[in-house]
Every structure is written in structure tokens, then in C-alpha cells.
């Protein structure tokens, strides 16, 4: 083979195995769905069952960063301890090892027969899951057909004298080895890519077993590099969770080195290997990478307590982090007065989420908050988890003999649960207009952002109104206030249309400012709108089974 040619399907081997790599996880986790976040959800703080949890689903999908990031958000919204977290981590680090261990059964020829039949499905597919699906199975294919490409690209090496020289290095000094595993994985972002690339040039006899292991291990910590440069400037539980990956992978290779350099964990691999019937150069070289995560991901599961000090430790601080309530428990059914007292401590804590949400956004397209996306998402999916809990308890209490003041009660939770949650909804429209802003610079006059700012401000005050009803109880005062202010957001917003078409015609006002004003301005009234509704909601009980204490 040409040298030309050897270099083009090394390269485009590469290129077809990382894209392959890449549009895998996609389609997997797009047909995952929401189950992802569901399935994650349920594990609670278990360490254990968070292990398992992040092995098979990264197994599956072979995109340990994917974990990682659905594992932060989930931390940010209160719906997973810190420690399920890491446990989700350690998981993943084993499960990220399965693409070497398929390519160690010398199956990469089989790519170029599996990519029709992915597009065949995909073509025939009439429903978006079935697509997907055919999707997944042609980029599954891209996977191992790229690898083969690559072995084809690299066989001539097998004389080189350079390469040879090369593995003698990494054997006697594995250091370099490490260095260079975690270079090029830190470029490929992916330690996946890495060590089924080693595995694959094992297969054709062009790398040692003593010096692919470094070459592995080097993986390990080049893979937290990407992470850990993408958690600058976020949230501190992400930065925990960067730091967390780096911390497992760079403690392992320490503690684990002296033993590679003895030469006494090559034999604990060949001794598994043979063990389990196969001792072959690619099969001891994916085994070497699956044994060190699973031997460090069992060590620090049952020192999961001291591991998430010492992250802490190192990365220090504290935020305000919305964390779901667990006030509706189904014992205090058969106490209805307690049983409604939970309901309303649960549809107070989703009023200042969504409350919360509304200000932060507003304040992000005023300019006077950094955007973040991802702190609304999340803060939006806790409150649409305690909207479908509370109605799912209102349910069962309904079942309960219930007075006719109960009753009335719980119609107004129920209704105000529904209205408190568009609130956050219409939080998660401006947040659209958030994004707009921000990407393409948009800026409002001085006017048209002071004329904003007071009718978020009659908006917040009716929010908290909303509020104090929810804590304190219905009165006529609160309701009078609220609907006189209602009216003037009404009129406010009348005023503020009319004024933005003629600043539009006469040129004094941008078309992209004018699309995003009148939308922010209709949210806006509906929010008021939903908040009112609160306060109605909790007139109808006549204030007789309102005040709790």
C-alpha cells in the first residue's frame, strides 16, 4: 500500500470512527427520550443502584459524558443527592469500557454489512422511533467500519522501526505512555475512541500489551479534560461533578502505576482473561481498561462519603439549589387537615420556584443576569414533578372522607397547582427570548427597558400577593389589590402595544426588538393572568380552612 493511501484510511478511518462515536449517542438518547431522566430519578441516593444505573446506560450508548451531564442537571434541580451522582460517575466509567471489549472480538470487517442495514431501516421507517432506531444501527456500524478502515490504514507499521522503538518506550517508561493516552484522547474527546483504536492495533499486532496499558490508563484522565475545561464559570455542583471525574481518574493511575510498573497488574489481567477463556492480545488489552474501572469505581462506592468530602472540600462554596420537598407523604392521608397542610407547603415551595424562574429570566433579557439556560430547565422540570405529585396526592385524599371546607380546599390547590405551573411555563417562553437576545445582541431603548421593569414590577407584586394567599390565607384586601393591579397590567400592556407600533413605524424601533418586545409583554400579562387566578382559587373556600400555622 501506497503511503499516501496508508495515511488516508487512517485518517478517514478516524473520522468515520469518531462521527460514527458521536451520532450514536444521539440517536440512542433520543430514543431513550425522557425515560433517561425518569430511570435516573427513581435510583434516589443509593450508591449502589446509581452505579448500576450509569453502567448500563452507558454501556448502551458508549458516551460517558452524557451521564455526566444529565447526572449535574439532575444535581442542580434537587432531584439527585451529590452522592447518586458520583455513584451515577463511577458507573459510567465502567460502562464506558464495552465499545474496546466488542471490538476485541475482531468484528470490525462487519461494519460495512451493518450500515445498509441501518439505512434500509431508517428508509422503510414510517415513525420517528423506528428511524432512530435504523439510525442508531448505521451509526453502530460507522463505528466498526471506521476502526477497520484504520487497521487497513495502519498495517504496513508492522515493519516500522520507529513504531517498534516507540512501544519498547512506553514499555520501559509507562509515564510517556499515560502522557500520550491522555493527549490524544483530551484532542478525540473520547477515551472510548482511544482504547478501541489500541485494541484494534493489538488485533493487528501492532502494539504490545505492556505498552497499551499505559496507553489506557492515559485514557482514563483525558477523557476528564474535556469536562473539566466545560465547567468553568458554571454552577458549583457541575464543578463538583468535573472535579469528581478528574479526581477518580487521575487518584486511580497514581495508586495504580506502581503496580504497572512491577508488572503485578498485567498479571492480575492475564490471570482474569484466562479465567474467563480468553487471554489474547486484543482481549487482555480491553480487559486491562475494564478491570481498573471497575476495581476503582467498587472502591470508591463504599467510600463514597469520604470521596464527596474531599471533592467538596477542594471545590468550595455554596448555592442556593432547589431541591424537590418531601412533604406529601402518604401517611398523613388519614389525616385530612395534615394531609392538606402538605399540599399547601408543597404548592408554596412550586410558587417560589416558578417565581424564581420568572425573576432570573426577566433579568437575563434586561441584561443584568448572565444567561443560563440550564438553571431554568431545571428549576422547570422540578416544578412539573411536583405538579404531577401533588395531583397524584390530591387524588388519593379525594378518596378520603373530606369535609365540605376540605373539599373546597382542595379544589383551590388543585386548580392553583395547575396555574403556578404555567407560570413556569411562560418563564420557560421568555426564556426563548432570553436566548434571542443574548445570540444576537438585541438591545432595547432606555425606554422601552424602563417601561419593562415597572410592568415586571406589577407583575412581581402580584406574584408575592399570590404567594402570601398560599401561606397566610385568602382576604379581601390581598384580592382587591390583586385584581386592581391586574387591571393596571392590563392597560399598561394596551398602552405598550400601541406605543411599539408607532416607534416601529416611524423607524425608531428595530423589527427583531418589536417581535421579541410584544411577545415578552403578552407572557407577561398571562402570568398575571395565572396569578390571579390563585388568588380567586383560594376565595371560593371563604377563608375558613386557609390559615395554617
Known sequence: MEPLQSVGFTIGGLGIFLYGLLIFSDYLKELAGVRLRTIITRIGSNVWSALFTGLVITAIWQASSITTVVAVALVNAGMLSFEGALGLIFGANIGTTVTAQIVAFNITQWGLFIIPVGLLIYIAGRKKRIKSMGMAIFSFGLILGGLWLIQIGLEPLKDSVYLQNLLVTFSDKPWLGIIAGTIFTALVQSSSATTSIVVALGSQGLMTFSAAIPLVLGANIGTTITTLIASVGTRLSARRTAMAHLLFNIIGVLLIYPFVVSGWFQSLVVYVSRLLGDASLPRLIANSHTIFNIIWSVFWAFQVNNFAAIVKWLVRGEEKVYSKPNYLSEK??????????????????????????????????????????????????????????????????????????????????????????????????????????????????????????????????????????????????????????????????????????????????????????????????????????????????????????
Open 332 to 549: 398523613l392521608l388519614s389525616a385530612p387537615s395534615l394531609a392538606l397542610d402538605a399540599l399547601r407547603s408543597t404548592l408554596k415551595y412550586m410558587a417560589e420556584v416558578s417565581s424564581s424562574m420568572l425573576t432570573s429570566v426577566f433579568e437575563m433579557i434586561m441584561g443584568e443576569e448572565k444567561y443560563n439556560s440550564e438553571d431554568i430547565w431545571n428549576m422547570e422540570n422540578l416544578v412539573d414533578d411536583m405538579q404531577r405529585e401533588c395531583l397524584e396526592y390530591s387524588n388519593k385524599l379525594s378518596q378520603s372522607p373530606l369535609s365540605e371546607d376540605d373539599v373546597a380546599y382542595l379544589s383551590a390547590i388543585v386548580h392553583s397547582v395547575d396555574d403556578v405551573e404555567r407560570w413556569g411555563d411562560h418563564a420557560t417562553n421568555l426564556l426563548e427570548f432570553a436566548e434571542f437576545v443574548h445570540e444576537n445582541n438585541v438591545k432595547f431603548s432606555p425606554k422601552g427597558q424602563e417601561s419593562l421593569k415597572e410592568l415586571f414590577g406589577l407583575v412581581k407584586a402580584n406574584l408575592d400577593r399570590a404567594l402570601q394567599v398560599i401561606d397566610d390565607g385568602f382576604s379581601e384586601n390581598l384580592l382587591e389589590m390583586t385584581t386592581l393591579t391586574e387591571e393596571q397590567i392590563d392597560q399598561l400592556v394596551k398602552e405598550l402595544r400601541n406605543e411599539r407600533t408607532e416607534r416601529l413605524i416611524q423607524g425608531e424601533l428595530s423589527v427583531q426588538a418589536a417581535i421579541i418586545y410584544v411577545d415578552i409583554l403578552t407572557n407577561l400579562e398571562r402570568v398575571a393572568d395565572h396569578t390571579l387566578n390563585v388568588v380567586q382559587n383560594f376565595s371560593r373556600t371563604e377563608g375558613e380552612t386557609i390559615a395554617h400555622e
